[in-house]
């Protein structure tokens, strides 16, 4: 069953047990815009617990909230009664609801106008009580009511504006776009986990360079990420980067950014300079041209920072951290030795994120896609097992032979890698025989 089908399945169940029910919300506005929603949700003056009675698989993630979901195997649909919010003291949730029979009174305490339309599955005919259609014949997001209500209820809001704006090319009406300005430094009260999802998704959404622009315009960006506000004016040597300073390049980069990137790479684009403007060192500085000495090995514990303080998993932190700390390496691969051509293009996710990093990054600068060029053709001609070979000796040989792990027995692993890498050893018996060798008897055995 599709998420679609379910709604219009609660729609009839609850109309037939006398409530009212609409579709509600951005699966509404999609709908009217020709586009797919991604989910549904129903509203009606059912209430939560004649709403489970109605539906026996169906969970309570919010009943005090009014919020029920309604499950069918892989699918769901949330369900929400009609009410009115009073209060919001922590800038997220209502102090206290109070359900009502009205749909129009459901509707006066959404966020945006094209967000407030609700839709008789049935029927079709389409509940309007704030000029959402007319918004979204027009290209604006507006909030509903009074748009500083709007931001204190849920700060998150603001973010959420630019999103709209930027994934529909839309306008931010000038109204909720001052309330946005003078509200921009209250963003931090959002928690970081939602802060962080928001943001993924201005990355992701197709529309990631609109989208920043508008945060920066809004005053959101130095509020959020002052480390990314920072880029802008700062020069880079126009040999390299004719585009113009870090800010107009990383705004290249998203641009060219493909919609639904992972989440890493996208954070990675976002990230990749952000060492840049505490390096800058100007040609004056340097005496030859400007340069940022160091940027990358900063820019990854920036990178980190950010992550860390954004509540980022302690994977998608490593990944992000090794996309930035290794982005210059690519200028370096035609004098790379061959084990370390190999243990660079093995890098987790070498060739989903690291190479379409390396990618924007020469297309949004000098767009010489040499060493691009070059990673493609040695993997596609380098077979895997020679890329990646089974270890010719383990840490199990070296302690039959009577090593013991430490900084020698990490050594002796190294060095044989490296010779299996670059081909000078092949089976396992000319590593064996290295080992004995090379490390003579008695160092670091036990």
């Known amino acids: 069953m599709t998420a679609r089908e379910l709604a219009t399945d609660i729609c009839g169940k609850l109309h037939a047990a006398g409530f009212q029910a609409y579709l509600v919300g951005g699966c509404v506005r999609d709908l009217l815009l020709g586009r797919e929603p991604e989910d549904y949700d129903v509203a009606t003056d059912a209430h939560p617990a004649r709403v489970q009675e109605l539906f026996a698989s169906s969970v309570d993630v919010g009943a005090r909230f009014g919020v029920i979901l309604v499950l069918a195997n892989s699918t769901q649909v949330e369900v929400a009664t009609f009410r009115s919010d009073l209060g919001y003291s922590d800038g997220r949730h209502p102090d206290r609801v109070e359900y009502s029979n009205s749909p129009e009174e459901d509707v006066r305490r959404r966020d945006f106008t094209i967000n407030g339309l609700m839709m008789n599955v049935e029927t079709q005919q389409v509940l309007d009580f704030v000029g959402g259609r007319e918004d979204l014949r027009e290209g604006i997001i507006r909030a509903i009511g009074t748009p500083e209500v709007r931001f204190r209820e849920d700060r998150l809001r603001m973010a959420r504006a630019v999103r709209f704006a930027a994934r529909f090319g839309y306008a931010i009406e000038p109204g909720t776009f001052a309330a946005i300005v003078a509200a921009a430094p209250h963003i931090t009260a959002v928690s970081a986990e939602r802060l962080r999802d928001e943001i993924t998704k201005l990355l992701t959404e197709g529309a990631a360079r609109r989208a920043f622009e508008l945060l920066d315009e809004s005053s959101l960006l130095n509020a959020c990420l002052p480390e990314i506000a920072a880029m802008k004016g700062v020069a880079q040597p126009p040999e390299f980067h004719p585009e113009g300073d870090v800010w107009i390049h990383t705004l290249l980069m998203l641009e060219q950014m ?189």
């Open 258 to 446: 493909p919609p639904r990137a992972p989440a890493t790479l996208a954070w990675a684009v976002l990230l990749h300079d952000v060492g840049k403007p505490p390096t800058f060192r100007s040609a004056q500085e340097t005496g030859d041209r400007i340069r940022f000495d160091g940027h990358a090995e900063l820019g990854a514990r920036m990178a980190s920072a950010i992550c860390r303080r954004l509540r980022f998993s302690s994977d998608n932190i490593e990944q992000i951290e090794a996309l930035v700390a290794n982005h210059l390496r690519f200028k370096d691969v035609f004098q790379m030795r061959p084990a370390t051509l190999k243990r660079f293009v093995t890098l987790p996710r070498f060739e989903e994120e690291h190479l379409p990093l390396h990618r924007l990054d020469c297309l949004a600068s000098h767009g010489n896609l040499d060493a691009y060029e070059f990673v493609q053709r040695f993997l596609r001609e380098t077979p895997p097992e020679e890329v990646r070979p089974p270890r010719l000796v383990t840490g199990e040989d070296l302690k039959a032979m009577g090593f013991r792990p430490g900084p020698l027995f990490k050594e002796i692993l190294h060095a044989v890698e490296e010779g299996q890498l670059e081909g000078r050893l092949i089976r396992r018996e000319d590593a064996l025989d290295f080992v004995k060798r090379q490390y003579r008897e008695g160092s670091g055995l036990c």
